[in-house]
Structures are given as C-alpha cells and as structure tokens.
C-alpha cells in the first residue's frame, strides 16, 4: 500500500515522515533500510511515524527508525520536525504539543518565527540507567577502548545514550575512525552515540555527531543537548550555549539541575508517497 510521506530536516538531519493516524501500513526494518538508501531510495537518516497516543494527557505517539532500521527511543532533530509536520499536516491546531516517546513525555512548543522549542526532560547521568559499564557516576570516565587507547568521556543519556569526547578542532577529530569502534564498545550494551565537542567559549561549542545505526549526520539534537550537559558538569560551559553542527545551530538551554530545552528551526522539504 502506498503512504504519504514528509521529506524534512532540522539544520540538515533529515527524516521521513509518515502519518500512521489517517493512514495505514507496516514498518519492517528491512524496508527501511532500503527507503533510507540515498541512491536506491529516499535518503534519511530516520523514518519519524506519527501514531495515536495510548496515554490520555498526550496528543501523540513518537516513534523514531535509524537508517539501519533499528528502533530507538529519542531523536531531538526529529521532534521538532514532527511538531511541525502535525501542525502543517492538521493533525493539531495546538501550538504546546505533547508527545509519547519510549523513554517518557516529551513537550513541543511552536513558536511565531517558526522554531520548535523542544523540552527534552532532564538529562540521564546514573551509569546503569544510560547504560555504561560502570559502577558509579562520574563527570568524566576514562576507558582503553580496543584499536584506539585510553579515551576520555563524559556520558549523558538524554533519552538514547551519548558519549562526548572533548577535541581541540571539530574539523580534524577522527570522527568516522572512533565513531564505529565507540558506538559498539564493550562499556556502552545498548551502543551508543559519539560526540566530539570543540569548546569555542563559555557559551558556544562546535559539534560533529557519529550516531548509532547511521553514522555522522548534519545534526544530532540529543547529542548537543548532551554536549552541553557533559560540558557544564566538566566545567567548561555556562548556561545558554549556542551549538554549531555542521548543518546549522541551536540553542541549549539547561540550570544544571531540571530539564535541558532545546529550540531550533524544521522545514519540510518535499512530500511524495511510498509503498511501505
């Protein structure tokens, strides 16, 4: 059966996204491996579906699929994408959108000016809830990790695990060599995401992102709300960070001690229909 699609991207992390309210269909992994081939198919790094809530105080559910077609439980690109997709589409008149994930509740705001301002809940630090092997939290862990050595990290879970390696150029770190090796690590069971953080200033950091079941993309939400977690608790940054990923910025906002807000733009590209 064919479906409706959305091609969308926030600073470049690009989705497709589908609405499975007023549609019907399957999702098989496989399927969307091959959708997500950017020479065979579409071309994404996630499939974003739009479900029916199954708790009475949200309007939606949330449910994000890596170009590997692997299932995971948060992407923060794509929520912003997906408040804007519900509104544009219909689905919503509301502008304060709630929104089931696999990991909670998570809160949509749309703004006059076309941000998203995403509540992406309180950062996850408690080593076996990220998971990471280890037996108590620290700001900073320091692992050998096999082909490449000793390796410093801080480790958040903003919803999906992350690691964030500190790097003196964003442009010379060896992000496509420790990405892979990283993300299926022995310390990290569920694998994970690998950040490499350059501090440019108390307020502003550069960031290129290895995510699990896609490799490097253009942006990765959680992982810059991740980034300036790690960074704040290392001591390297301030409240309100400005994130410079290679497709664009956004802005971080967190107390150091409640929930992390994340606000950036989401524009739809292109729409077409697809036998899922």
């Known amino acids: 059966m064919r479906v409706k699609f959305s091609k969308m991207h926030g600073i470049g992390n690009d989705f497709v996204v589908v609405d499975m309210i007023t549609q019907t269909g399957r999702i098989r992994p496989e399927r969307v491996r091959e959708l997500s081939d950017r020479n065979f198919g579409i071309g994404f790094d996630q499939l974003l579906v739009v479900e029916r809530p199954t708790q009475s105080n949200t309007d939606f559910r949330y449910r994000i699929f890596n170009a590997d077609g692997s299932e995971v439980e948060n992407c923060g690109n794509g929520a912003r994408c997906f408040a804007r997709f519900v509104y544009d589409q219909h689905l919503t008149g509301k502008r304060d959108i709630r929104v089931e994930t696999a990991t909670g509740v998570m809160e949509l705001h749309l703004t006059d000016d076309k941000q998203v301002i995403v509540d992406m809940g309180a950062p996850i630090l408690e080593p076996a809830k990220i998971p990471l092997a280890a037996e108590q939290y620290m700001p900073e862990y320091q692992r050998d990790i096999p082909g490449i050595g000793e390796v ?3 480790a958040v879970s903003m919803g999906n695990p992350h690691a964030v390696i500190r790097v003196e150029n964003v442009d010379t770190a060896p ?3 420790w990405g892979p090796v990283i993300e299926r690590c022995e310390y990290f069971p569920n694998r994970v995401n690998v950040g490499f953080m350059q501090v440019v200033s108390e307020h502003e950091i550069r960031l290129r992102v290895f995510e699990r079941g896609s490799g490097e993309t253009l942006a990765c939400g959680t992982g810059a709300c991740a980034a300036v977690v790690s960074g704040q608790l290392r001591g ?11 497709g664009g910025d956004l802005h971080i906002q967190w107390d150091s001690q409640s929930h992390v807000n994340m606000t950036g733009p989401a524009e739809t590209v292109f729409e077409g229909r697809v036998n899922l």
């Open 175 to 177: 992000v496509n060599e």
């Open 236 to 246: 390297w940054l301030q409240p309100g960070v400005k994130v410079g990923l290679p």
């Open 152 to 154: 410093r990290f801080g």
